[in-house]
């Protein structure tokens, strides 16, 4: 993506001058995103589907938490929820028992699948297994950097470094190339790790597959939701610093209510990955992410619902990315994906039950979808049998 800035300096100059910084083009100015040559598929994306329904940024006045939502739709069931303790219910129908919830997993999840989906390397095994293509990559101890080192630079191509039991888009690095910027990455990953009492401390490095960021929600074998995830980012005008144009758009936000508890504070310490600070003042049309990575969890990232995008091969290969771990009923399945039309070169990155469903039935733009119905629906099927 190719970024042309205006020197800091004259950003800072105005300031000592006595002069504010002035105020970011109001959304009728928003100047075009320039692509330059080669752009990547996201920065493509949001040129093409997101910039032009800039003004259509959906404001949720009231939402309700991923359980809410689940019990919600039971109840549209006339299930009857009796609790048992503060995160587990059952589901009961005319007084049987159809199923339950412990936490924000259903009884659509087994065992097993919690088990191998809290690891990254252990799902990795399983889609290998199963053939569903997925990033090479392995897992490494922490205490064997040298080993890291070495994979880096056996697999020859930038690479992503994650923890192999992390959640929430934490700890995760992408597009690294060095030695120096490896190192990094590891205590990023490090500090980020968790751990339960099924997964060990591990690091996992893997190819980078760039591509745009899918979360799919696959129930049984239908994919009944899917959004990409886009980094925070912010379009240049020419004469607006970066930090005034993050501020605005963190604004215009405050009367989502879904996205409003979501946004970061954007320091010079939290540009500091993308080489840019809050003085920094972009050309017009420069389409500047602030993120490496779309964390939509307090990162600023946005969901843009693509359910009616997504071409039929690529909500095959979500599938398959669910049934390649056994007693799986109902998961998102993240994809990276060079095009929204066709499966080719695209790869499962990960599958995961623990998924919070509130993005699909609260996407930025786009239409919401029913996930907690096609869940509720898929329990009541399987009770049947």
């Known amino acids: 993506m190719a970024e042309t800035y205006f020197p800091a300096a004259e950003g800072s100059a105005r300031r000592r001058a006595g002069a504010p910084p002035p105020p970011p083009a109001s959304s009728a100015e928003r100047p075009s995103v320039a692509l330059g040559e080669d752009p990547s598929v996201t920065s493509r994306f949001i040129a093409e589907q997101v910039e032009p329904q800039y003004q259509a940024l959906r404001r949720w006045s009231s939402t309700m938490p991923h359980d809410e939502l689940l019990q919600r739709a ?15 219910q059952l589901f009961f129908l005319s007084g049987v028992l159809v199923g339950g919830m412990d936490g924000v997993i259903t ?3 087994s065992h097993q699948a919690r088990r191998v989906s809290r690891s990254k390397a252990m799902t990795k095994r399983y889609l290998n297994s199963a053939e569903v293509p997925t990033p090479k990559g392995k897992a490494i101890n922490p205490t064997d950097f040298s080993r890291a080192v070495k994979y880096m630079k056996a697999l020859g191509k930038q690479v992503a470094v994650k923890p192999s039991a992390g959640r929430a888009a934490k700890g995760i690095s992408v597009k ?37 960021d899918v979360r799919c929600y696959v129930v049984g074998g239908e994919v009944v939701g899917a959004v990409v995830r886009l980094p925070l980012y912010v379009v240049g005008d020419g004469v607006s610093t970066v930090g005034s144009l993050a501020d605005a758009e963190i604004a215009r936000r405050r009367p989502n209510e879904y996205l409003k508890p979501r946004q970061p504070e954007v320091t010079d310490a939290f540009l500091a990955p993308m080489a840019v600070t809050r003085d920094t003042v972009l050309s017009a049309g420069t389409l500047q992410y602030l993120t490496p990575i779309a964390d939509t969890a ?29 007693g799986l ?28 469903i509130m993005q699909f039935h609260y996407p930025s733009y786009g239409q919401p979808r029913k996930v907690n119905d096609a869940i509720m629906e898929e329990i009541l099927e399987r009770a049947s049998r």
């Open 74 to 88: 039971a109840r549209r069931r006339r299930m009857t929820i009796k609790k048992i303790t503060d995160s587990n």
């Open 298 to 326: 307090r990162g600023g990232g946005i969901a843009v619902d693509v359910l009616d995008l997504l071409g039929d091969e690529l909500k095959d290969l979500a599938v398959d990315g669910l049934w390649a771990i056994p």
């Open 329 to 356: 009923g109902a998961a998102a399945v993240d994809l990276l994906v060079p095009d929204l039309g066709s499966a080719d070169e695209a790869v499962v990155l990960e599958v995961n039950p623990y998924a919070n």
């Open 176 to 212: 690294v190339t060095r030695e120096a910027e490896l190192r990094r990455a590891w205590q990023a990953a490090m500090a980020a790790r968790s751990a339960t009492s099924e997964s060990r401390y591990l690091i996992m490095i893997e190819e980078y597959a760039p591509g745009l």
């Open 107 to 109: 009884s659509l999840v």
